[in-house]
Each structure stands twice: as structure tokens, then as C-alpha cells.
């Protein structure tokens, strides 16, 4: 019970910082449409997502100003290097990290226990959730980076 009451108070203090308005960025021009991800994935990738990013990331993807990163309208998130948001899903990030002109100083726990199906929906989800439109991860990506990190 008391580690369910401290979850509670430390998701209602990060909510606290979602009154600072989101940096507007543009989001890099892409020559072809990308195809809506299946519903299943989508759901399945909402599902980790609320039960590991949340707390940081927040319902809308904005993150917390100056400690964890925003995911929604994110160049790194949507660029084409699916192969580091992999590594940073699994291995975890620890230092400081510029994105989009922001500096975020927040360490990012590792999420290695996640199967390449959970890390390949939850990326995909965050890739495709908010304004965010790009190409699937597929879990064949996940477990090819996977075995590089062995």
C-alpha cells in the first residue's frame, strides 16, 4: 500500500510541471505518407507505456521541463535512427541529453526486462501517439539490437 501512495504522490507532483506550456517545434518534412500502425499494436504499446513511461513522460508525451524528455513532436523520436531509441529503451540513458535546444538531466532506468514484442509496440505506439507519425518498430529490429548489446 505505501509503495502504491508514493507512486500516486510522485505521478501528482510530476503532473504539477504539465502547467508549462510544450515547445512548439516543426517536425521534419517527410516525402511519403507513413501507414497507421495496426490497432492491436497500438494498444498493446499503450499498455507498456502507461505502466513504464507514464510517471516521466507524462499522459501527453510532454515529459517534465529540465528532467525527462518529451516524447511528443521530438525530432530523435520520429527521425529514422530507430536503432537509438531501442538501445535507450533497453539499456537506459544517463546522462544529460540535448533534444530540440532543450537540455533534460533525468536518468532513464533500463527496460531490458521488456520482450523485443513490448519494446517494438511501445515504440511504435510513441512514435505514432500525440502529433507524432513514423514508421513502425518492428520486434526483428528490437531483437537485432538486442544481440548487439550482449
Same mark, same amino acid.
Given at each position: 500500500?505505501?509503495?502504491?501512495?508514493?507512486?500516486?504522490?510522485?505521478?501528482?507532483?510530476?503532473?504539477?510541471?504539465?502547467?508549462?506550456?510544450?515547445?512548439?517545434?516543426?517536425?521534419?518534412?517527410?516525402?511519403?505518407?507513413?501507414?497507421?500502425?495496426?490497432?492491436?499494436?497500438?494498444?498493446?504499446?499503450?499498455?507498456?507505456?502507461?505502466?513504464?513511461?507514464?510517471?516521466?513522460?507524462?499522459?501527453?508525451?510532454?515529459?517534465?521541463?529540465?528532467?525527462?524528455?518529451?516524447?511528443?513532436?521530438?525530432? $530523435?523520436?520520429?527521425?529514422?535512427?530507430?536503432?537509438?531509441?531501442?538501445?535507450?529503451?533497453?539499456?537506459?540513458?544517463?546522462?544529460?541529453?540535448e533534444l530540440?535546444?532543450?537540455?533534460?538531466?533525468?536518468?532513464?532506468?533500463?527496460?531490458?526486462?521488456?520482450?523485443?514484442? $513490448?519494446?517494438?509496440?511501445?515504440?511504435?505506439?510513441?512514435?505514432?501517439?500525440?502529433?507524432?507519425?513514423?514508421?513502425?518498430?518492428?520486434p526483428?529490429?528490437?531483437?537485432?539490437?538486442?544481440?548487439?548489446?550482449?
Amino acid at each position: 500500500m505505501k509503495k502504491i501512495v508514493s507512486c500516486i504522490a510522485v505521478m501528482t507532483v510530476l503532473m504539477s510541471f504539465q502547467a508549462v506550456p510544450k515547445k512548439q517545434v516543426s517536425k521534419p518534412k517527410t516525402a511519403a505518407a507513413v501507414p497507421a500502425p495496426a490497432k492491436a499494436i497500438m494498444d498493446r504499446g499503450k499498455l507498456v507505456y502507461l505502466q513504464q513511461c507514464l510517471a516521466c513522460h507524462q499522459v501527453d508525451g510532454g515529459g517534465v521541463p529540465h528532467l525527462n524528455a518529451p516524447l511528443d513532436a521530438a525530432t $530523435q523520436v520520429v527521425n529514422n535512427n530507430k536503432e537509438r531509441l531501442i538501445r535507450i529503451v533497453l539499456k537506459g540513458m544517463t546522462e544529460s541529453v540535448e533534444l530540440d535546444g532543450e537540455y533534460y538531466s533525468n536518468k532513464m532506468a533500463p527496460h531490458s526486462d521488456l520482450t523485443d514484442q $513490448q519494446v517494438s509496440d511501445v515504440l511504435t505506439y510513441v512514435r505514432n501517439s500525440w502529433s507524432n507519425k513514423a514508421s513502425a518498430v518492428t520486434p526483428a529490429e528490437v531483437k537485432a539490437v538486442r544481440a548487439k548489446l550482449k
